[in-house]
């Protein structure tokens, strides 16, 4: 059974103050990991896609990294528009195309 | 180019009854999967709908049910209400049964 941890629950910075966000995973071949940006009622918004370790994406102040066990997603510079909450999902080789989630990063940005 | 749209956006119910919820894909998009996600919590697998069959199902109970039409839409039933489905409903379309899915803005349930 595909499992995804996140860590930390919560974590709140500071304008300006880098950080980084951790999910560990344990899946039965991985097809692919995802991150996704959801905001307070809304439905969560695409950010990466990540298929093999080494692999590394980026986004404005956002990138994303992947090793056979975890992945972390690095926030440089934030700023208050990047509070939200960040979700990790993995999709398996023996999962079909369900995807299983983590219970998420809920990060604050401080002006 | 309309993403995954949802309605309604919020359901008010009581303990018993029936409710539908409603999805339309992404343009291009042709499966659609729906999801559980209490407050707090990650989203949870219900199940998938691919040319109009239920492909993969996660660890919920008959009471929850679907459909897909020949538009690719697709509806998600649950009966006999319980208080601990309140929650926000999240459908996600991708093209065939490949890697990625895009969620809808979601419906939130909230069953009294």
């Known amino acids: 059974e595909d499992q995804v941890t996140q860590s930390p629950e919560a974590l709140r910075l500071q304008e300006g103050e880098s950080s980084s966000l951790n999910c560990s995973y344990t899946?039965?071949?991985?097809?692919?990991l995802f991150w996704y940006r959801q905001d307070p009622g809304k439905g969560p918004e695409f950010l990466f896609t990540l298929y093999s370790a080494g692999e590394e994406k980026e986004k404005e102040r956002l990138k994303a990294t992947l090793t056979k066990k975890e992945s972390f997603l690095h926030i440089t510079a934030p700023k208050p528009e990047d509070s939200a909450t960040y979700l990790c999902?993995?999709?398996?080789?023996?999962?079909?195309?369900?995807?299983?989630f983590g219970e998420g990063t809920q990060l604050t940005v401080n002006p | 180019d309309a993403g995954v749209t949802q309605s309604p956006t919020h359901l008010i119910k009581t303990r018993g009854q029936q409710v539908t919820l409603r999805c339309s894909p992404k343009?291009?998009?042709?499966?659609v999967s729906w999801y559980q996600q209490a407050l707090g919590q990650g989203p949870q697998f219900i199940f998938q709908?691919?040319?109009?069959?239920?492909?993969q199902r996660g660890n919920f109970p008959d009471r929850f049910s679907g459909h897909q039409f020949p538009n690719y839409s697709s509806e998600l039933n649950v009966n006999a209400l319980l208080l601990g489905d309140s929650a926000l409903y999240l459908c996600a379309s991708s093209p065939g049964q490949g890697i990625g899915q895009y969620f809808g803005a979601g419906t939130r349930l909230s069953v009294l």
């Open positions: 709908y691919y040319e109009e069959e239920e492909r």
């Open positions: 343009s291009g998009h042709d499966t």
């Open positions: 999902a993995v999709q398996g080789q023996t999962s079909g195309s369900r995807l299983t």
């Open positions: 899946v039965s071949g991985l097809r692919g």
